[in-house]
């Protein structure tokens, strides 16, 4: 189920509110979708912090930068936390997939941009699909076809809970070995880490003995330095790659 959330603050125009609640309810007629609008001086300090460490990690999925700079304002301000300006979430089944404005390969995404392209959309998947290739296309593809990333390998679940956070992917190889997978569109630091940490909540919580449990990393592309860090580490590392057939 496709939610939007549109965060907005005492500095937002009445006519922006208005413009962006017609948009909104047109797509809900449309396509069925459903849209929460927030008042950001509502929230409590800590469900700010919450929102903004969430924005920072769908920022991360996506590879999109949401830290304004000189370029316009951004859903995170430069002091780290939420704006104040407005923002939109988009949400499937309860789970923050996007959110607006960002940027993308120096493209700027805007609130009204993305609303105008679903509301003319015939299909919600046909605006939504166009805006660029992200953590959840790479999760479709290697868990309907694991073979991508190891003959043998069969796929368990996505967004496994453990203490601590989720696992984006989880596979088992032909010796039972356990492969736990961070996605990323470009691999960074904190994917790292990430995955590092998963082996022993993993292995506790899941009763899997911890040598048989494959820490990697699943991704378009990774810089040489990271991809160095992790052959240190012992994290596997998969890039997605087109091989020419004909």
């Known amino acids: 189920m496709l939610e939007y959330r549109l965060y907005i603050t005492e500095e937002t125009d009445a006519v922006s509110v208005g413009s962006y609640k017609a948009l909104l309810e047109g797509i809900g007629e449309k396509h069925g979708v459903r849209y929460e609008i927030i008042d950001l001086a509502m929230l409590e300090d800590t469900e700010r912090e919450e929102l903004a460490e969430a924005i920072r990690l769908v920022s991360r999925r996506n590879s999109i930068g949401v830290v304004s700079k000189g370029g316009g304002a951004l859903p995170i301000s430069r002091n780290k936390k939420v704006s104040k300006h407005v923002i939109l979430l988009r949400l499937e089944d309860g789970r923050l997939k996007d959110v607006y404005p960002h940027e993308m390969n120096k493209k700027r995404m805007e609130i009204a941009s993305h609303l105008n392209s679903l509301l003319r959309a015939s299909e919600l998947s046909e605006a939504i699909g166009q805006e660029s290739v992200s953590e959840q296309d790479i999760s479709r593809m290697i868990s309907t076809f694991p073979g991508m990333i190891e003959p043998g390998l069969k796929f368990m679940d996505t967004e496994i809970e453990v203490s601590g956070g989720r696992i984006d992917a989880v596979f088992t190889d032909e010796r039972g070995d356990h492969l736990l997978v961070e996605i990323e569109i470009e691999a960074r630091d904190n994917a790292i880490g990430q995955v590092q940490r998963f082996r022993i909540p ?44 004909a």
């Open 202 to 245: 993993y292995a506790q919580e899941y009763d899997v003995p911890a040598d048989r449990i494959r820490p990697g990393i699943v991704c378009a592309r990774i810089a040489e330095s990271r991809l160095n860090a992790c052959k240190g580490a012992g994290i596997e590392v998969y890039t997605l790659a087109l091989e020419r057939k």
